[in-house]
């Protein structure tokens, strides 16, 4: 042990300190004090991070509910005061400075981006990973007029079925060469081997079944071993509304439906008059629900409603006498309007069960065995043989138009 550090020295010479400062002991005491110190800035900018990235977390947890929720993403701001307000004191390592708290909105894009990209990606891996799958396709237009296809993929992963949306893309035109090679774009991107499609699904349009130029027909000059599906769902829809033009009459009760609405629909004082006389029947409280064709579950919701308000909608229309009033008075109280009504609840009833069954995200056919398809198909068979003249027919052709597929080409 030195001198210097036992005894001490009266005279302080500079040799003496020269020989301390290359002294092993000197060097060993350096040495522990720039660690103790790098461990402690260490241990500090470590506890700050913890704290950043704990405060990151939350902040993308709530960006990734508000996703999964379909909340505005300019409400993050909103949601993220709440929490503070709650108690969530993590939340306020996000406040910098009075400039900076990631609440503008390309903070919040930056978060829904990350947070995207790692979905995808963990999808992109599934579908590497299994044998085979399939996509699914449909081509819509949104609110600023943009024309757009939607891509779903399915895939079998350890003997389950799985459904991912993968994709939403601008086209630039509505062709089939323009939605095939969108497709292709896809698949390149996220490096899939288009080799392992096993099947296409769409809707009946023809630009995407069609024989010659369609989409379907593009797919198997490239993967003949391909398979293309049309949704069993859009099926039965044509099937249904195909049904319905054998019988001129439910072409006409439908325009009757349509009436029935409008004239709740653009009078609040009818409508107003509708829920008093509700009331003082001790009815349901239903409203009469508009019939669009292109939604699916519509007509049996309309005509359900139709039925259960008929008897306030009767003595509604007898006290107007206004003409428009009474053409539709005399037309509900037919006794053909009545028999529809009656034969088209039963039906829709059924029809809508099948409806939403089809739509299930992961049917199978031990999904179709566990819904009683069969049953169902048994019921609409029943309707068919008990229902008259006029409608005899309907429900057969509907249960053909989906039981048996079309030859795919």
Same mark, same amino acid.
């Given at each position: ?163 991912? %949306? #993968? +994709?939403?893309?601008? /086209? =630039?035109?509505?062709?089939?060469? &323009? ?111 508009? %019939? #669009? +064709?292109?939604?699916? /579950? =519509?007509?049996?919701?309309?005509? &359900? ?105």
């Amino acid at each position: 042990m030195e001198k210097w550090l036992v005894g001490g020295f009266c005279v302080l010479k500079v040799d003496t300190l020269n020989k301390h400062e290359i002294s092993v002991d000197h060097k060993s005491a350096l040495g522990t004090n720039n660690l103790q110190s790098r461990q402690l800035i260490q241990n500090a900018v470590a506890k700050h991070n913890d704290k950043n990235e704990t405060s990151i977390v939350s902040a993308m947890k709530i960006v990734y509910t508000n996703a999964k929720e379909n909340i505005a993403t300019r409400k993050f701001s909103v949601i993220k005061n709440l929490c503070l307000e709650l108690g969530c004191d993590v939340l306020s390592n996000l406040n910098v400075d009075s400039h900076t708290n990631y609440e503008s909105y390309d903070s919040v894009r930056d978060m829904e981006e990350a947070i995207s990209s790692i979905i995808k990606s963990n999808i992109v891996n599934k579908i590497k990973e299994s044998r085979w799958f399939s996509i699914i396709i449909g081509e819509s237009t949104d609110v600023s007029a943009q024309q757009c296809l939607a891509i779903y993929v399915k895939i079998v992963n350890k003997g389950k079925l799985y459904t991912h %949306f #993968l +994709s939403l893309e601008a /086209l =630039s035109d509505c062709d089939a060469l &323009s939605i095939y090679g969108t497709v292709k774009k896809i698949f390149e991107r996220c490096d899939v081997d288009l080799n392992k499609l096993a099947s296409l699904g769409t809707d009946g349009a023809k630009v995407m079944t069609g024989i010659r130029k369609g989409v379907k027909s593009l797919v198997k000059e490239d993967f003949p071993h391909s398979m293309a599906i049309h949704c069993v769902a859009h099926r039965l829809a044509l099937a249904a509304s195909h049904a319905a033009e054998r019988c001129s009459y439910l072409l006409k009760y439908q325009g009757i439906l349509s009436s029935i609405f409008s004239y709740f629909e653009r009078s609040p004082k009818n409508s107003n008059f509708l829920k008093t006389t509700q009331n003082m029947l001790d009815t349901s409280q239903h409203k009469f629900v508009q %019939f #669009l +064709s292109t939604r699916w /579950l =519509s007509l049996g919701n309309s005509v &359900s409603a139709c039925n259960s308000n008929w008897q306030a909608l009767v003595k509604i229309l007898i006290e107007d006498k206004r003409p428009i009033a009474q053409g539709i008075l005399k037309q509900v109280t037919s006794h053909s309007f009545l028999y529809t009504s009656t034969f088209m609840e039963d039906i829709m009833f059924l029809i809508n069960q099948l409806c939403l069954i089809f739509q299930k995200r992961n049917i199978d056919k031990c999904t179709s065995k566990h819904t009683n398809l069969s049953r169902i198909f048994k019921g609409i068979k029943k309707r068919n043989r008990d229902c008259a003249d006029g409608l005899h027919g309907v429900c057969s052709k509907i249960t053909n138009w989906v039981r048996v597929p079309r030859k795919s080409h």
